[in-house]
Every structure is written in C-alpha cells, then in structure tokens.
C-alpha cells in the first residue's frame, strides 16, 4: 500500500486496479469470512479485501456482508437521515456529455433563474421545511459565470419565508481553478461535490466528446485544487452504469486515500447515482448497467470501506430501493426533488427540462412520514459545518464516534422544528411522540435534557437550536 497509486498529474494506476481485481478473482468463501470479521473493526479495508468484496455472488455471503454493513451503518450514523434538496439555476452548458439531459446537442430554450426567480424557488423549499440545499449548475462560463454562481448563494442565505432558512448550500458546479474555489470557500459553502462520471480514462473520454468536461486530468484533480482552494469538505461519486463497477468502486477508494494523504481528510461525502433514462439518452447504449443486485452490493461495500464517509441517495432510485439501502448504507436522501431549472415554481413547470428522470416523486412530508413509520429520524441538522467541524476536524469527531452525542439530539431538534412550522395538528403530535420516544434512548442524561427542553423552547418559539 506504500506505492503511489497516482502519479503527477493524479492519474488513477489503472494496472494495480485491473491486477486487483483479477486477483480478486480467486477470492475463496474463507476469505470473504475473514474481511468481513476485519471490517466490523470499522477500520476500513485494503484495497486488495475491498477488490475481495466485490467477488461475492453467493447469497449466504450476500446475507453476511449486508448484516456487517448494516451494522456499522447503525453504529456510525444511528437511525438518522439527513435530508436535503437539490436547486437547479442554470441548465446552460457547453458540454456533451453522452449520459445527461443537458448536454449542448440537446435543443432546448435554456434558461438561468435571475435573483428573484432563485428567490422564489428558495421560498418554496423552505416551506417545505428545507434547510440543505444542493445548487448544482452546467458549465458554461459565460452565461454561468462564477460570479453568477457566487450572487445566487448569497441570494439563496438571504432568503428566508417566515421561519424557513437555508443553513447550508453544497455545491455542484464544474471543475474549476484554486482562485475559483477560494471564492467558493469564502461564499460559506458546505461540501464542494463533484461527480468523476467514471474513473476509466477511455471510457471517460468517450463519455465527454469535444468538450471542456473532457479534460480528464482536470476534472480529476480538482478536489486537490478544491483542497487548495480551502474547502474542507469534498463529496465524490460516480455515476455508475457508465465503466465497469468494480473498477470504479476501487477508483474511488484510490482517490480519496490520495486526499488522505495529501490533506488529511478523504471524501466528506460520496454519492452513488445511477444511470437514468434522459432528454435524449435511453439505457440501450451503455453496456455497463448496474442491476440492483450489483448496485446494493456496491453501497454496502462503500460503507464498510468508508464507514466515516457519509453516504448520498438521489431520487433517481426508487421509493423501495431507498428504504433498503438506508439500512446498510445509505446516510442521506434528497427529498422532493426537482431536477430542473425553476422546478419549484408551478409557473415555470411547463418551460422545464429534467436533467434525469427521477423515480421517486414523494413529497418531504411523504418521505419524512415514511422514515418515522420505519423508525428512522429525518434529520435537517447542519451543525458541523456552522460550528467549524469540517474536514479533518470533523473525521476525527466521527472516528471517535462522539458524533453520536450531537448527530442524534440535533436530529431530533430538527424534526420538532420541522413539526412545529410545517406540521399540521396530526403531525406535530406524531412527530413530538416520536421525538421524546427517541430522545429517552440516548445514553446521557445531559443530552436528553437538552433534546427535551428544545421541544419547549421551539414550541415557544426559539429556533435553530444544536449542539
Ligand atoms: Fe453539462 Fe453536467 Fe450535464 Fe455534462 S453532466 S452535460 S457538464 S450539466
Ligand atoms: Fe451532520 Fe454534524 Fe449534524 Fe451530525 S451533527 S447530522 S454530522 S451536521
């Protein structure tokens, strides 16, 4: 594991991953047993035992590895689930990528949301009860300059509906320059995410004809610019149905242990969308799909590999895969998503364009009935980022897993915050139910206390109460 596995220009050691992975071909049923034990030390794994994983086929050991990921999912993350949703504001761009919606082949009348109209949509999913957004944006550096991206996050912290406030905005927006994410940085942005696509070169150069975006040194080195820049938190992901799976799964791993050597931190985040049809993109044409059984035995393996790393679930799946993978990997979901530009607003619905097709269209009062029904806790807690726990500084709270002492209370703040604005008579009572019920199983009086006093404050009217 001494060895760089990136060179200069951070390139992926293509060799080591395809000889990891014929390697892995003779993995034995006893080998499996014997990662497995290891990994339930929640100290993550070789790259060779992760290689190990991805052999698995048969159900028994199926069975088994979704009984250790599942278990360091509730060790490390609890029953909560953080929500967010993303905000489309501009769907210009002048890449091609093959896989997307927005790709510049595509003719559509393309649009950016001027202030107002972010100002708008930043109402509506506030009144959802949202307090995380995600903005993503194409890449088009004249009609969406960094500028541009800049006001509209201000514009977006300035917006508040009564007592709805949006506490932390990530960013999904190109690779760009260290001068770029300092800005970004200095904007107060939560994680910087970018999506790799696929970490096959070949594959990535196919994806991205004649195109800025197919630069693929570039886009892979930007989180070390990122890092450079002063971002902290960098969220991952590729999109699987692209390259081979096994073959990005290890990628992944390879990268974020360059970060973690390079700035001490690896991926904040890492997200694991799958192809979805699009405006002009059907599934025929890519021979690497990934079925749902490869696709659960992916998250699991991520989780076990990286069981600080939270882990990001988009509305591209659907209602029954979210609620399986959240028992073993999976730490937050979007929720009532649109994923165009201007999706929010009913009056600009006609003139949208999806950059995918979701498959999940409940509302975050379905969603959030639904994780209560299954005992889970919705959680709109941004703490960390807001109290400096970021980065480094965050992994190793996480590690220590004194996390649990602030994730679960806030999670639950959040929730009979939530309740409280947005709750009818019904829901306030289920909810405020279920949040005592779940406060009296935390081990520390103190932390009890402060989650049961919040109860009453918010009723009285107090707001954005953590720890
Ligand atoms: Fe543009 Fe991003 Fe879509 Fe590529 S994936 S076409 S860069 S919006
Ligand atoms: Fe996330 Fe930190 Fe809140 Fe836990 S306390 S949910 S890690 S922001």
Sequence with gaps: MSRKRFDENMK???????????????????????????????????????????????????????????????????????????????????????????????????????????????????????????????????????????????????????NGVIRRINVNIAATTVENYKKLQEAQIGTYILFQETYDEEIYKKMHPNCIKGNYDYHTTAFDRAMEGGIDDVGAGVLFGLADPKFEVLSLMLHNQHLEKKFGVGFHTISVPRLRPAEGVTLESFPNLVDDDMFKKIVAIIRIAVPYTGMILSTREDADMRKELLEYGISQVSAGSCTGVGGYQESLKGENIAQFKMADERTPLQVINDLIDDNYIPSYCTACYRTGRTGEKFMNIAKSEKIHYMCKPNALTTLMEYAVDYGDEEFLKKAEKFVREQASTIDREDIVNFTLGNIDKLKKGERDLYI
Excluded: W
């Design 12 to 162: 992926i050691d293509r060799e080591y991953v395809l000889r990891l992975l014929e390697e892995a071909k003779g993995t034995t049923e006893e080998d499996i047993d014997r990662i497995l034990e290891k990994a339930k030390n929640k100290k993550g794994l070789e790259h060779s035992e992760i290689a190990a994983l991805l052999e698995i086929e048969n159900k028994e050991q199926l069975k088994k590895l979704f009984e250790v990921s599942g278990q360091i999912k509730k060790d490390v993350y609890g029953n909560r689930v953080v929500l967010f949703a993303p905000l489309y504001i501009s769907d210009y761009c002048v890449n091609n990528c093959v896989y997307c919606g927005y790709k510049c082949k595509n003719k559509f009348v393309r649009r950016k949301l001027t202030m107002d109209e972010i100002r708008k949509e930043v109402e509506i999913l506030e009144q959802m009860g949202h307090k995380r957004l995600a903005l993503e944006a194409g890449e088009d550096p004249l009609n969406c300059p960094i500028e541009y991206v800049l006001e509209a996050i201000d514009t977006i912290y300035d917006t508040y509906n009564k």
